[in-house]
C-alpha cells in the first residue's frame, strides 16, 4: 500500500517531519522528493519555502491463522478460565505435523484429571473438536499430567494379563468395566500376546465393555469311579439292584441278600437261598410224660389214665 504526502516548511527537514506526521510514517522508511528549496528575499522580501514530497510504501497486513497447536493451547485456555481454574499450566511436550503433546501442572490440575481420567478424556476430545475444524489435515491432539496415562495405561495392562492367565487356567469369561477406545485398545493388544485367551468388545458407547475369554476352556471332570470310562449297552440296560429288604441276615461270607425279583434261582448256588420258600423250624417245647409221639403205624393220639 503505497501513501503519498506534500509539506512545505523553512527547511526540508521539517517539511519532511510534517509529511510524515500526516502518514503517521516512520520517517526511515520513506521516501522523499524535494519539489522546491528554500529561498531567501531581500531584507526578508521575496522569499519561498521548502516543499517537498514525502512517499511511503507500506506492506499490506497478511492475516496469520495460528497453528493447530497454538490453537489447542488457546481454546484449553479459555476453557479452563470458564471452570474457574486459574492454577493450571500448559506445556507443549512434543509436537509433530500433525499430532501435539500437551502437559498440564499446576495445583487445580486434580480437577481437570477427574475419576480414572474421564474428566481429563473429555476435554481433550473436546479439543481435538475444535482444532480439527481449521483447514488442513487431521491433528491428533494428546493431553497428559503428570505422566498419568502411563501409569494408567500399566495398570491396564497387568489387571490384562491377570484376567486373561485366570480365563486360560479356568476356562471362565470375565468382563471388565466400561472403557474409551483408547483403554480397550490396551487391553485388547496385552490379552493378544497370553496364549489361548482371546477379548472382544460388547455394548454400546459409553457403556462398551471388554470381554476376556479363553479359546480352549478345560473339560469338567464327573466325579465316581471308573470316570472316563464308556458304559456298554449291557451295563445300561441291567437294573440297580434294591436295598437289602428288612429282617433278612447276611449270609457266612458278608455278602448282602437282597429281594428275590433281583435274585435269580439257581439251585446249584446255595450262596443265594430261595427265601420265599424258606420256613423256619418251629421250636418244640418239653414232652409230656404220658405223651406217646406220633409214628407211621401207631396210635393216632396219646391216651391218658
Do not use: W
Not at 43 to 62: I, N, P, R
Not at 244 to 249: E, I, L
Amino acid at each position: 500500500m503505497k501513501k503519498e504526502a506534500i509539506a512545505t516548511a523553512k527547511t526540508i527537514e521539517e517539511a519532511v517531519k510534517n509529511a510524515c506526521a500526516q502518514m503517521e510514517a516512520p520517517e526511515e522508511e520513506v521516501t522523499v522528493e524535494v519539489l522546491e528549496y528554500p529561498k531567501k528575499g531581500f531584507l526578508g522580501l521575496g522569499g519561498s519555502m521548502a516543499k517537498v514530497k514525502v512517499t511511503f510504501e507500506q506492506e499490506e497486513a497478511v492475516a496469520v491463522r495460528p497453528g493447530k497447536a497454538e490453537a489447542a493451547i488457546a481454546f484449553l485456555q479459555e476453557l479452563f478460565a470458564q471452570m474457574g481454574l486459574t492454577k493450571v499450566d500448559i506445556t507443549v511436550d512434543s509436537q509433530e505435523d500433525h499430532a501435539v503433546s500437551l502437559s498440564l501442572s499446576g495445583d487445580e490440575v486434580g480437577v481437570v484429571i477427574g475419576r480414572r481420567g474421564e474428566t481429563m478424556d473429555a476435554v481433550q476430545y473436546l479439543t481435538g473438536l475444535v482444532v480439527n475444524r481449521l483447514e488442513g489435515e487431521y491433528f491428533r491432539v494428546n493431553i497428559d499430567s503428570g505422566g498419568y496415562r502411563e501409569k494408567r495405561a500399566k495398570t491396564l495392562e497387568n489387571l490384562a494379563l491377570r484376567l486373561a492367565k485366570n480365563a486360560v487356567r479356568t476356562g471362565k469369561s470375565a468382563t471388565l468395566e466400561p472403557m474409551n477406545p483408547y483403554e480397550r485398545r490396551i487391553i485388547h493388544s496385552t490379552v493378544q500376546t497370553v496364549e489361548g485367551a482371546a477379548s472382544h468388545s460388547i455394548g454400546d458407547e459409553p457403556g462398551r465393555r471388554v470381554v476376556i475369554t479363553c479359546l480352549n476352556p478345560p473339560r469338567r471332570r464327573s466325579g465316581g469311579r471308573g470316570e472316563g470310562r464308556p458304559r456298554s449297552s449291557e451295563e445300561i440296560r441291567r437294573p440297580r439292584p434294591s436295598r437289602p429288604v428288612a429282617g433278612y441276615r447276611k449270609p457266612y461270607g458278608g455278602r448282602t441278600q437282597y429281594a428275590q425279583d433281583n435274585v435269580k434261582d439257581d439251585e446249584e448256588s446255595p450262596r443265594y437261598p430261595d427265601y420265599d420258600r424258606y420256613e423256619p423250624e418251629e421250636e418244640s417245647g418239653p414232652v409230656e410224660k404220658n405223651a406217646v409221639e406220633l409214628e407211621s403205624g401207631g396210635l393216632y393220639g396219646k391216651i391218658e389214665i
